[in-house]
């Protein structure tokens, strides 16, 4: 995971997920840019654009209920594919931002 700080309150995360195989690994393609409010996280998966926005839980988390997807009509891929992936790398960002 490569996590770099572009402004203050925006990070720019790239997530790879090992998949260990006998003979080698897997790095699937899921970035995302992530931007946090004080009551949500906004995540936009750059190659497709679709925008998911997380709320962010009085306890300092993010929540998948709640959240909303603003899918980009002009994208190669349905945006439900990667809310898993968007919700993670909000997890990861507000994590980033409540360590420093």
Known sequence: MIVSC???????ISCFYLKLSASRQEMPE???????????????????GHVYRFPVLANGTVSLHGSRIEPNPNASREAGRFVFDAHLAARIALEQV???
Not at 6 to 12: A, C, P, R, S
Not at 32 to 48: C, D, L, P, W
């Open 98 to 100: 409540n360590h420093t």
């Open 6 to 12: 572009v402004t203050q309150m925006t990070l720019t």
């Open 30 to 48: 899921t970035d995302f840019n992530a931007s946090i409010s004080g009551k949500e996280v906004v995540v936009t998966h750059r190659s497709q």
